[in-house]
């Protein structure tokens, strides 16, 4: 099979410690996770962090690392995740990128099975959420996609990650991404609106605004619990918490008697060997949770990661 194009893999991470954890452990499956598509000449992938403070952390030595500055104090009005998009404009601006297609991801994103450049040429590949519904909001998507440029269908149902897109085209559509998603959270009624996934919609319409359509894959990404077998597709994204009785039955909105969820360990790392999910927990738990242990395993000094 011809190789095609190098992929330069990029996460942002915002400087909370949950989400240094979920970024290790991500990587070390990366790491092992193969492709005959891929270019791995390079032992190592660059993978610039959005640090929010602005300097250095002691994951660098582990993770080549570009730093960025955040948004000027106030501009993302409690809404962090508005810095994703100025994090890329400074990142595209500065740092030295030799590949040609780049895999945008996040820290809480394993990768399971080997993933292939699935993007075609400027057409980038995304992966479509139930919860991106332009159509839904037109009043609102009106005021950032005038209707000469057509429906409001030709938005994608999407977000920024994960995304295969070539630089060239990310280079056109970062400036205009960060500039909809401050013109968003700065008007009330788009912000209410839209709520958490504001920043979705904002790369969503900038990529529309340049006449960027993605192809969308449904095996691009799974999120337990609600998908419950991991099969060809390519990416755990384990966003949400995972709880179930002793019976196997999915408790969710309720602490189960095991349970699973990033957000309990905000403040150090999950211990070793976590315990697995009882009998008839779904494939898909089970798999993260065994990836979860694989990867605390192999990372040296896992208990004191939060300290210095």
């Known amino acids: ?9 990029v996460l942002l991470v915002l400087g909370f410690f949950f989400a240094t954890y ?4 991500m990587i ?10 891929w270019d791995f000449s390079n032992p190592f992938i660059q993978m610039p962090g959005n640090l929010m403070e602005g300097k250095p952390d002691n994951l660098m030595e582990e993770i080549p690392t570009f730093v960025v500055d955040p948004l000027p104090e106030g501009l993302d009005r409690g809404y962090i995740v508005l810095n994703r998009p100025w994090a890329f404009v400074q990142w595209l601006e500065k740092a030295m990128i030799d590949e040609e297609y780049i895999l945008m991801a996040e820290p809480d994103h394993v990768f399971v099975n080997p993933l292939p450049n699935l993007a075609r040429g400027k057409h980038p590949a995304g992966f479509p959420f139930f919860y991106i ?23 994608d149902p999407i977000g920024n990650s ?20 401050l013109r968003m959270k700065d008007d009330p009624v788009t912000d209410k609106e839209f709520g958490w996934v504001l920043e979705m919609y904002a790369y969503a319409v900038a990529s529309a605004l340049h006449d960027v359509h ?7 990404m799974l999120q337990p619990p609600w998908d ?3 099969g060809k597709k390519f990416i755990i994204h384990y966003t949400y918490g995972c709880d179930y009785n002793l019976k196997g039955e999915l408790t969710y909105g309720k602490i189960g008697e095991w349970r699973f969820d990033k957000r309990s360990y905000l403040s150090g790392p999950p211990p070793r060997n976590l315990s697995l999910p009882p009998p008839g927990v779904p494939e898909s738990v089970v798999k993260l949770v065994k990836m979860v ?16």
């Open 133 to 155: 519904k332009p159509s839904d909001h037109k009043h609102v998507i009106r005021k950032y996609y005038p209707g000469e440029k057509g429906p409001v269908t030709n938005i």
């Open 22 to 25: 979920n970024l290790l452990t």
């Open 1 to 9: 099979m011809k190789r095609v194009s190098p992929l330069f893999l």
């Open 28 to 37: 070390i499956h990366y790491k092992t996770s193969t492709s005959e598509q």
């Open 293 to 308: 242990n694989e990867a605390t395993e192999d990372i040296p000094n896992w208990d004191t990661l939060n300290r210095g």
């Open 162 to 181: 994960p995304v295969i897109i070539k630089k060239s085209v990310l280079e056109k559509i970062a400036p205009t991404w960060m500039n909809i998603s």
């Open 214 to 220: 993605h192809i969308l894959h449904k095996d691009f």
């Open 228 to 230: 419950t077998e991991v």
